[in-house]
């Protein structure tokens, strides 16, 4: 069930809110642990064994942890481990078929392993970082296995995040769910309406203009090259900032306060702070239980490096094992590396050389998620027109599918979410002290966003889909 269904927004979602909060308050935990089970179960059933061995595993090592006061790390790699062998499984099962075994008799259980459950690495992550902070003693461990369960399958976060921290989500769970909040509900139903215009009337028709020109990138210039892939990293952005808003609108209507994922990205200036502002969830988790144990700053330069150069392989093999998402870690670890030498804060001391600093950041995170795109080849093909295409001015070098008008549609829609950024990030914190004619302004912004979505939206429910459910 998509969040931008009909089906979810019209019907699911408000049945579950409904009788949510009709329930005695002792029923509403387990009410919604049970139907987080069967959300999850909709999206295909044989999915759900992975999800039980995850919520059963980490409840067993949370368990294991609280009742052995003598911890070693090897305890804590075997539990671990455990609880990895989905995501384990899962995440190599494409390169040994695809790279290694393509013509394999084993590969009679190819179909099988093409069953990547939706969210696994998603709600692994949570789980692992809630056992580790559990062995490290940060926090207590839950021993209601209901609340544990919720913890790990809690449906607006299950299917692709934002990941989780247990001391800031198991207390609302363990203590306070179910009480009615009004504002945080309103709150919530704004950030579902601007995650849905976020991604289908931005991030979709950005997508439909991305698979005509990437998808034939032998046919276009260079200089297309670089406006698409610039192109690509927005409507990475869009999508997932869209995902993530619906995810957090949906826990806000249930009284759940959750972490953001996004933090105005377009405004970096270096690969190293859009990634402090980009997918915050997965990047402070690779940080806290990655980065930092590998020695973070408290090392030599090289070392340093060297920690920052394996961090964002992990992350890349995070999104798959497959040559093209170790490549993307590769280069993105290389990348920061070399921005510490570089002083690129200086950039954000002027207005001008900011917004340069900035275009330039997503630019080079477009070139990179290149490597996003189906296959290596693929993305080896773009990145061959971008270097060694036809280096005329014009914007379109042929356009042989009309992708002028999706181009035009596609910028006009992404002004409405550069202008909310930049509201939030310079206009907001100016305005705090603002009460009179707010309320006012705010309705009129959300009832102008819903009908630009319906004027430009792609409201095909059968075309649409989040990138980051492939992860």
Same mark, same amino acid.
């Given at each position: 069930?998509?969040?931008?269904?009909?089906?979810?927004?019209?019907?699911?979602?408000?049945?579950?809110?409904?009788?949510?909060?009709?329930?005695?308050?002792?029923?509403?935990?387990?009410?919604?642990?049970?139907?987080?089970?069967?959300?999850?179960?909709?999206?295909?059933?044989?999915?759900?064994?992975?999800?039980?061995?995850?919520?059963?595993?980490?409840?067993?090592?949370?368990?294991?942890?609280?009742?052995?006061?003598?911890?070693?790390?090897?305890?804590?790699?075997?539990?671990?481990?455990?609880?990895?062998?989905?995501?384990?499984?899962?995440?190599?099962?494409?390169?040994?078929?695809?790279?290694?075994?393509? /013509? #394999?008799?084993?590969? *009679? +259980?190819?179909?099988?392993? =093409?069953? $990547?459950? !939706?969210?696994?690495?998603?709600?692994?992550?949570?789980?692992?970082?809630?056992?580790?902070?559990?062995?490290?003693?940060?926090?207590?461990?839950?021993?209601?296995?209901?609340?544990?369960?919720?913890?790990?399958?809690?449906?607006?976060?299950?299917?692709?995040?934002?990941?989780?921290?247990?001391?800031?989500?198991?207390?609302?769970?363990?203590?306070?769910?179910?009480?009615?909040?009004?504002?945080?509900?309103?709150?919530?139903?704004?950030?579902?309406?601007?995650?849905?215009?976020?991604?289908?009337?931005?991030?979709?028709?950005?997508?439909?203009?991305?698979?005509?020109?990437?998808?034939?990138?032998?046919?276009? /210039? #260079?200089?297309?090259? *670089? +406006?698409?892939?610039?192109? =690509?990293? $927005?409507? !990475?952005?869009?999508?997932?900032?869209?995902?993530?808003?619906?995810?957090?609108?949906?826990?806000?209507?249930?009284?759940?306060?959750?972490?953001?994922?996004?933090?105005?990205?377009?405004?970096?200036?270096?690969?190293?702070?859009?990634?402090?502002?980009?997918?915050?969830?997965?990047?402070?988790?690779?940080?806290?239980?990655?980065?930092?144990?590998?020695?973070?700053?408290?090392?030599?330069?090289?070392?340093?490096?060297?920690?920052?150069?394996?961090?964002?392989?992990?992350?890349?093999?995070?999104?798959?094992?497959?040559?093209?998402?170790?490549?993307?870690?590769?280069?993105?670890?290389?990348?920061?590396?070399?921005?510490?030498?570089?002083?690129?804060?200086?950039?954000?001391?002027?207005?001008?050389?900011?917004?340069?600093?900035?275009?330039?950041?997503?630019?080079?995170?477009?070139?990179?998620?290149?490597?996003?795109?189906?296959?290596?080849?693929?993305?080896?093909?773009?990145?061959?027109?971008?270097?060694?295409?036809?280096?005329?001015?014009?914007?379109?070098?042929?356009?042989?599918?009309?992708?002028?008008?999706?181009?035009?549609?596609?910028?006009?829609?992404?002004?409405?979410?550069?202008?909310?950024?930049?509201?939030?990030?310079?206009?907001?914190?100016?305005?705090?002290?603002?009460?009179?004619?707010?309320?006012?302004?705010?309705?009129?912004?959300?009832?102008?966003?819903?009908?630009?979505?319906?004027?430009?939206?792609?409201?095909?429910?059968?075309?649409?889909?989040?990138?980051?459910?492939?992860?």
């Amino acid at each position: 069930m998509d969040f931008t269904s009909l089906i979810y927004l019209l019907a699911f979602l408000p049945a579950v809110v409904a009788v949510y909060y009709v329930l005695p308050l002792r029923w509403r935990k387990a009410a919604l642990a049970l139907v987080s089970i069967v959300f999850y179960l909709n999206v295909r059933p044989i999915f759900g064994a992975m999800l039980a061995w995850v919520i059963v595993a980490s409840y067993l090592a949370v368990r294991y942890f609280m009742s052995t006061p003598r911890r070693n790390k090897w305890q804590l790699a075997a539990w671990l481990a455990f609880v990895f062998v989905p995501m384990a499984f899962f995440k190599f099962r494409e390169s040994v078929f695809t790279l290694w075994l393509p /013509n #394999s008799p084993l590969a *009679l +259980v190819r179909p099988f392993s =093409l069953l $990547l459950p !939706i969210g696994l690495s998603c709600y692994t992550l949570q789980a692992v970082g809630y056992v580790i902070d559990v062995y490290r003693g940060t926090i207590k461990g839950e021993r209601s296995f209901v609340t544990h369960s919720l913890f790990v399958s809690f449906f607006p976060t299950v299917l692709s995040g934002p990941i989780q921290r247990a001391g800031a989500l198991m207390p609302q769970l363990r203590h306070e769910v179910g009480h009615w909040d009004y504002d945080l509900a309103v709150e919530g139903v704004k950030r579902i309406i601007w995650g849905l215009f976020l991604k289908m009337a931005v991030a979709d028709r950005m997508a439909a203009y991305l698979n005509t020109v990437l998808g034939n990138a032998e046919q276009y /210039n #260079s200089f297309t090259m *670089l +406006v698409a892939l610039t192109m =690509l990293a $927005l409507q !990475i952005y869009t999508d997932f900032a869209g995902y993530s808003h619906l995810a957090i609108g949906t826990g806000a209507l249930l009284g759940v306060r959750m972490s953001q994922n996004f933090r105005r990205p377009l405004f970096a200036v270096g690969l190293k702070e859009l990634w402090s502002r980009w997918h915050i969830s997965l990047s402070s988790w690779l940080r806290d239980y990655v980065y930092i144990p590998l020695g973070g700053n408290r090392c030599s330069r090289v070392r340093v490096c060297f920690n920052t150069i394996v961090t964002f392989i992990a992350s890349g093999m995070w999104h798959g094992v497959l040559p093209s998402y170790v490549l993307w870690g590769v280069a993105h670890g290389i990348a920061v590396t070399f921005e510490r030498f570089v002083p690129v804060n200086r950039l954000k001391r002027h207005f001008a050389t900011h917004i340069v600093g900035s275009v330039v950041t997503v630019m080079m995170m477009g070139i990179i998620f290149a490597f996003f795109r189906t296959s290596l080849d693929e993305a080896l093909n773009i990145l061959r027109t971008l270097v060694m295409g036809d280096k005329s001015g014009g914007l379109i070098f042929h356009d042989p599918s009309n992708s002028v008008p999706l181009f035009i549609v596609s910028w006009l829609a992404f002004a409405c979410v550069l202008c909310r950024d930049l509201y939030d990030e310079y206009a907001a914190p100016r305005l705090q002290s603002w009460q009179r004619g707010r309320g006012v302004a705010q309705m009129a912004f959300y009832v102008g966003v819903v009908l630009l979505l319906l004027a430009v939206g792609i409201l095909d429910q059968d075309t649409r889909s989040f990138i980051y459910m492939r992860f």
